[in-house]
């Protein structure tokens, strides 16, 4: 069973930063796209970045806040996240694809999905 784990989250303060870190059981072929969503309190599951073999995607609250990355050696994706916002308060969760279809900001579009982890951003 493929297992997803997330680590990084916490309580910050507006204008801090985190790095969120997600590692799989699986290895991580290049072909594969990784992604990070986010889900607060009475809300659905948003988009938040996505990472494939080339290119990174953004919503629009979070371009030039966050950044995606992954090293396939050790099975990891990272976001690093700078300028917290309150309204990034939320459970971060990571998730694989590994049939790309080019629908990355779709949760339906990934097979695999972490436990999730708590960013708390205070005012």
């Known amino acids: 069973q493929v297992q997803l784990v997330e680590s990084g989250g916490g309580l910050v303060q507006a204008g801090d930063s985190l790095r969120l870190s997600c590692t799989a059981s699986?290895?991580?072929?290049?072909?594969?796209?990784m992604g990070w969503f986010r889900q607060a309190p009475g809300k659905k599951r948003d988009f938040v970045a996505a990472i494939n073999w080339s290119d990174t995607y953004y919503a629009d609250s979070v371009k030039g806040r966050f950044t995606i990355s992954r090293d396939n050696a050790k099975r990891t994706v990272y976001l690093q996240m700078n300028s917290l916002k309150p309204e990034d308060t939320a459970v971060f969760f990571c998730a694989v694809d590994t049939h790309y279809t080019g629908r990355y900001n779709y949760t339906d579009e990934y097979d695999y999905w972490g436990q999730g982890t708590q960013v708390t951003v205070s005012s």
């Open positions: 699986i290895s991580i072929y290049n072909n594969y796209a």
